[in-house]
Protein backbone atom coordinates (compact mmCIF):
# COMPACT_ATOMS: atom_id res chain seq x y z
CA UNK A 1 0.00 0.00 0.00
CA UNK A 2 1.37 3.15 -1.02
CA UNK A 3 1.17 6.19 1.52
CA UNK A 4 3.17 9.01 2.68
CA UNK A 5 2.78 10.30 6.02
CA UNK A 6 3.50 13.94 7.49
CA UNK A 7 4.12 14.40 10.93
CA UNK A 8 6.10 17.23 13.04
CA UNK A 9 3.16 20.22 12.49
CA UNK A 10 2.10 22.22 16.02
CA UNK A 11 1.78 25.29 17.54
CA UNK A 12 4.56 27.64 17.64
CA UNK A 13 5.39 31.52 18.47
CA UNK A 14 6.52 33.46 15.61
CA UNK A 15 10.42 33.44 14.77
CA UNK A 16 10.36 29.71 16.01
CA UNK A 17 11.25 26.65 14.25
CA UNK A 18 9.43 23.14 13.39
CA UNK A 19 11.23 20.28 11.64
CA UNK A 20 7.89 18.39 9.61
CA UNK A 21 8.90 14.74 8.29
CA UNK A 22 6.86 13.37 4.98
CA UNK A 23 7.34 9.19 5.51
CA UNK A 24 7.02 6.86 2.58
CA UNK A 25 5.77 3.43 2.79
CA UNK A 26 4.93 1.39 0.10
CA UNK A 27 7.49 2.51 -2.34
CA UNK A 28 11.06 3.68 -2.69
CA UNK A 29 11.79 7.76 -1.27
CA UNK A 30 14.66 8.17 -3.10
CA UNK A 31 13.42 7.72 -6.79
CA UNK A 32 10.91 10.32 -6.68
CA UNK A 33 10.61 14.34 -6.66
CA UNK A 34 8.97 15.63 -3.64
CA UNK A 35 6.93 19.02 -2.93
CA UNK A 36 5.57 20.65 0.08
CA UNK A 37 2.28 22.17 0.18
CA UNK A 38 0.29 24.27 2.10
CA UNK A 39 -3.27 25.37 2.34
CA UNK A 40 -4.17 28.34 4.85
CA UNK A 41 -7.83 28.61 5.68
CA UNK A 42 -9.73 29.84 2.95
CA UNK A 43 -6.96 30.16 0.44
CA UNK A 44 -6.21 28.07 -2.32
CA UNK A 45 -3.30 25.60 -1.75
CA UNK A 46 0.04 26.82 -2.89
CA UNK A 47 3.41 24.48 -3.61
CA UNK A 48 5.75 25.87 -0.97
CA UNK A 49 9.14 23.80 -1.62
CA UNK A 50 10.48 20.52 -3.63
CA UNK A 51 13.39 18.76 -4.04
CA UNK A 52 14.13 16.44 -7.28
CA UNK A 53 14.92 12.67 -7.23
CA UNK A 54 16.86 12.60 -10.25
CA UNK A 55 20.10 15.06 -8.28
CA UNK A 56 19.04 16.41 -5.29
CA UNK A 57 18.10 19.91 -6.49
CA UNK A 58 15.42 21.87 -4.79
CA UNK A 59 13.27 25.17 -5.28
CA UNK A 60 11.52 27.18 -2.97
CA UNK A 61 8.66 29.98 -2.91
CA UNK A 62 10.08 33.44 -2.81
CA UNK A 63 8.06 33.82 0.52
CA UNK A 64 9.86 30.99 2.62
CA UNK A 65 13.71 31.45 0.68
CA UNK A 66 16.15 31.95 3.45
CA UNK A 67 13.70 30.52 5.78
CA UNK A 68 13.08 26.84 4.68
CA UNK A 69 15.06 24.00 3.69
CA UNK A 70 14.06 20.45 2.21
CA UNK A 71 16.11 18.09 2.44
CA UNK A 72 16.01 13.97 2.25
CA UNK A 73 17.35 10.97 4.14
CA UNK A 74 17.17 8.29 1.84
CA UNK A 75 17.91 5.65 4.32
CA UNK A 76 14.74 6.57 6.40
CA UNK A 77 12.52 6.90 3.22
CA UNK A 78 11.99 10.63 4.56
CA UNK A 79 11.69 13.68 2.94
CA UNK A 80 12.31 16.82 5.88
CA UNK A 81 10.95 20.67 5.42
CA UNK A 82 13.15 22.20 8.21
CA UNK A 83 11.31 25.68 8.41
CA UNK A 84 12.85 28.41 10.55
CA UNK A 85 11.90 32.10 11.37
CA UNK A 86 8.03 31.68 11.01
CA UNK A 87 5.43 34.15 10.87
CA UNK A 88 2.07 33.70 11.48
CA UNK A 89 1.31 34.05 7.54
CA UNK A 90 2.90 30.41 7.45
CA UNK A 91 -0.16 28.85 9.13
CA UNK A 92 -1.61 26.20 7.42
CA UNK A 93 -2.14 22.18 6.88
CA UNK A 94 1.31 21.28 5.26
CA UNK A 95 1.33 18.11 3.05
CA UNK A 96 3.98 16.22 1.19
CA UNK A 97 3.07 14.76 -2.67
CA UNK A 98 5.49 12.80 -4.50
CA UNK A 99 5.89 12.84 -8.23
CA UNK A 100 7.94 9.94 -9.88
CA UNK A 101 9.19 12.91 -12.76
CA UNK A 102 12.53 13.10 -11.81
CA UNK A 103 12.89 17.25 -12.11
CA UNK A 104 10.80 18.59 -9.49
CA UNK A 105 8.13 21.50 -9.75
CA UNK A 106 5.44 22.71 -7.75
CA UNK A 107 2.54 21.89 -9.95
CA UNK A 108 0.21 20.20 -8.15
CA UNK A 109 -1.16 18.12 -11.35
CA UNK A 110 2.42 16.25 -11.30
CA UNK A 111 2.06 14.79 -8.21
CA UNK A 112 0.94 11.24 -7.85
CA UNK A 113 0.54 10.50 -4.20
CA UNK A 114 -0.71 12.58 -1.42
CA UNK A 115 -0.35 12.57 2.39
CA UNK A 116 -3.43 13.81 4.46
CA UNK A 117 -1.27 17.04 5.79
CA UNK A 118 0.09 18.38 9.17
CA UNK A 119 -1.04 21.77 10.77
CA UNK A 120 1.12 24.10 11.48
CA UNK A 121 -0.27 26.82 13.55
CA UNK A 122 2.15 30.33 14.24
CA UNK A 123 0.95 32.31 17.06
CA UNK A 124 1.71 34.50 20.17
Known amino acids: QVQLVESGGGLVQPGGSLRLSCTASGFILDYYSIGWFRQAPGKEREGVSC????????YYVDSVKGRFTISRDNAKNTVYLQMNSLKPEDTAVYSC?????????????????WGQGTQVTVSS
Open 97 to 113: AADWRPHCSIQEGNYDY
Open 51 to 58: ISGSDGST
